[in-house]
């Protein structure tokens, strides 16, 4: 199983990038999707997470109401729309693949993929 994540960057504050997450080797549909980002000397973070028909959508409190997490199941291809970035959303950013849950943790990653960066400049 491959995650492939691309979309990171630079891009000045209060500026948007959008993420997006190709895995191969799984059942696209089967699974849901999320995001996780890890920035130098912070603890890892969960950003969002949809389920595996989009139904059900969960949101870290830093990012709620900036940052829109979607799915195409036709693409294989899991997106995190990130609007309004702040420098403090400088990390790199993990996809993950597992199962969703409405608990504290919100997902359950079974893959990853691996980082892209992004850099948010003030």
């Known amino acids: 199983v491959q995650l492939q994540a691309s979309g990171g960057g630079s891009v000045q504050a209060g500026g948007s990038l959008r993420l997006s997450c190709t895995p191969s080797?799984?059942?696209?549909?089967?699974?849901?999707m999320g995001w996780f980002r890890k920035a130098p000397g912070k603890e890892r973070e969960f950003v969002a997470a949809i389920n595996w028909n989009g139904g059900k959508k969960y949101y870290g409190d830093s990012v709620k109401g900036r940052f829109t997490i979607s799915r195409d199941n036709a693409k294989n291809t899991a997106y995190l729309q990130m609007n309004s970035l702040r420098p403090e959303d400088t990390a790199v950013y993990y996809c993950?693949?597992?199962?969703?849950?409405?608990?504290?943790?919100?997902?359950?990653?079974?893959?990853w993929g691996q980082g892209t960066q992004v850099t948010v400049s003030s």
């Open positions: 080797g799984l059942t696209f549909s089967s699974y849901g």
């Open positions: 993950a693949a597992g199962t969703t849950a409405q608990d504290q943790y919100f997902m359950y990653p079974n893959y």
